[in-house]
Nanobody
Framework: QVQLLESGGGLVQAGGSRRLSCAAS????????VAWFRQAPGKERDIVAA????????YYADSVKGRFTISRDNAKNTVTLQMNSLKPEDTAVYYC???????????WGQGTQVTVSS
């Protein structure tokens, strides 16, 4: 089991950028998959971006394509989510997840709040 800790959330104006980081401990992010999810108040938790660690293949939700980028830093054992051109509808708690398969996640972080003001 991997422990995940998100950071980088905060308040940002619409059109701005924010970079979220997910630091893993108790294991290395070198196999399986990682992803970022988000959950807005009163809504379900939805996947935002995912990466298959074996070959680096990525997936993005339609709502963030072209604006968000998921990447990893093997040396630091972290996964990042670069968010550009932020919109008020991007406001949510963002969660990092990891697992042994593509779109199969067993380990979750506690989340970090991102608020985009208009």
């Amino acid at each position: 089991q991997v422990q995940l800790l998100e950071s980088g959330g905060g308040l940002v104006q619409a059109g701005g950028s924010r970079r979220l980081s997910c630091a893993a401990s108790g294991g290395t992010l070198d196999n399986g998959g990682v992803a970022w999810f988000r959950q807005a108040p009163g809504k379900e938790r939805d996947i935002v971006a995912a990466m298959r660690l074996g070959d680096g293949r990525t997936y993005y939700a339609d709502s963030v394509k072209g604006r968000f980028t998921i990447s990893r830093d093997n040396a630091k054992n972290t996964v990042t989510l670069q968010m550009n051109s932020l919109k008020p509808e991007d406001t949510a708690v963002y969660y990092c997840a990891a697992g042994l398969g593509w779109f199969t996640y067993n380990d979750w972080g506690q989340g970090t709040q991102v608020t985009v003001s208009s």
